[in-house]
């Protein structure tokens, strides 16, 4: 769950206005407990342990496809954003190679690093057959990632307290609503591990939803903390990061220590990239591969295949925000809100349907748990679904806009 999307979060927060921004951070995080909750409870009804399966038990057929689509769609778009980090990090503004050297050669070209960044480094780690082997390596992403978030709070503070910097940026509300819809994905996108939680329940000691539901607690505490420590002082610190893409790392100054920062996230980047793409495989696997035997020779096509496209992907559309923002909305609100909900109402809810007519204060209870919640949180899904992806288009073609321009 914690991943890139940390860079991204004091744009949402430029988008909403702090005190918004804030809230919004709170409310996506519950709903997020709630929504992995439906899902343990779901298959826990439907002795499914794949998201997938799942959904074939909730709606035999189409159900299925659809919902695989846009789980590679949401992971095509988050390894495509690794990337471009990584490419934003080494080459862009105050990045690491203008950092340490002045030469202008084809091998310091964006491109060409990022290319060999992701050959190098990369693609062993996702080559890798079991999602276990990246426990170590995880744990230094998430590291890293607590240290980043440590370096904004105190250099925040220290600009605060030495006043060098004054607070510009909108308090309560967003300015322009356009721009609040448009945030509105990347929130949801920050939040998203839905597709990982299957894989992470199966290699648990002893897995039981409980035990799951604990480690879902713990990761969506851990990382709603964090996102609010970096949108609230990366925002007091860089009111305008949507003018640097989105990446808040873009606007750190250029100096040794900002250098080494810089450097510590490419590896988290790097460690967290697999993650996604042992997900991104499965999912294949599961869908075209699933009677037939593990191939290393078919292991390895698919991780190239994947990586070589995000890579593409990449090079082609350089802005984080953007990338981040319509795959959020194309694919975020539906796999950790819609799904869920619609799969418990039909697995878990119509179970209690079949019961006695009941009007106690409990069934009432009951009712509201099995059926109202659930059902409010797939209307939010499907409404801010599609204004996102109204508004995430309509930025994105702004932005193709300026770049004809700017050319």
């Known amino acids: 769950m914690l991943g890139a999307g940390i860079l991204a979060i004091p ?5 909403f206005g702090l005190g918004v921004g804030m809230l919004s951070l709170v409310i996506v995080a519950l709903l997020s407990v709630y929504s992995i909750w439906m899902m343990l409870e779901a298959s826990d009804a439907s002795s499914q342990k794949t998201y997938e399966n799942m959904v074939e038990a909730t709606f035999p057929g189409w159900g299925r496809g659809l919902t695989t689509f846009f789980i590679l769609l949401l992971i095509f778009g988050a390894l495509a954003g690794f990337l471009i980090i990584i490419g934003d990090i080494l080459c862009g503004e105050n990045g690491i190679v203008p950092s340490i050297t002045s030469v202008q050669a084809w091998y310091t070209q964006r491109d060409v690093l990022v290319f060999i960044f992701t050959s190098v480094f990369i693609f062993p780690l996702s080559m890798l057959r079991n999602i276990s082997k ?4 995880s744990f230094a992403a998430v590291a890293i990632i607590i240290f ?3 370096v904004i709070i105190i250099i925040s503070c220290k600009s605060l307290v030495d006043g060098t910097i004054t607070f510009e940026g909108k308090l309560w509300y967003p300015n322009d609503f356009s721009k609040f819809f448009n945030a509105m994905p990347i929130v949801a996108l920050a939040y998203t591990c839905q597709v990982n939680v299957f894989s992470i329940w199966e290699e648990l000691e002893r897995p039981t939803v409980k035990r799951m539901n604990y480690v879902n607690i713990f990761s969506l505490t851990l990382s709603g903390v964090l996102y609010i420590l970096v949108g609230f002082f990366g925002y007091v610190l860089y009111p305008n990061t949507s003018a640097n893409g989105g ?19 490419v590896f988290a980047i790097m ?4 993650v996604l793409h042992f997900a991104f495989r499965a999912t294949i696997e599961q869908v075209i591969f699933a009677n037939y035997e593990f191939s290393w020779i078919r292991h390895t096509i698919e991780t190239i295949i994947i990586i070589s496209t995000t890579l593409i992907w990449s090079i082609e559309f350089p802005s984080l925000a953007d990338v981040f923002s319509l795959t959020g909305a194309l694919a975020a609100f539906s796999i950790c809100f819609i799904v869920p909900s619609v799969c418990y109402m039909r697995l ?3 179970t209690y349907a079949k ?5 106690t204060l409990a069934n009432i209870r009951k009712k509201i748990r099995h059926l109202i919640l659930p059902f409010f949180v797939a209307l939010l899904g499907t409404i801010a679904m599609f ?3 109204v508004t995430s288009i309509q930025q994105l073609i702004k932005d193709f806009r300026k770049t004809d321009i700017n050319n």
């Open 348 to 350: 878990v809810h119509f």
């Open 148 to 150: 980043f978030t440590f």
């Open 355 to 359: 019961e006695p007519v009941d009007c």
């Open 247 to 265: 990446n808040v790392l873009k606007a750190l100054p250029s100096s040794d220590f900002f250098t080494v920062v810089r450097a510590f996230f």
């Open 387 to 389: 204004v996102g992806i």
């Open 271 to 274: 460690f967290h990239y697999p």
């Open 11 to 15: 744009s949402t927060i430029e988008a």
């Open 134 to 137: 990246l426990e170590y390596s």
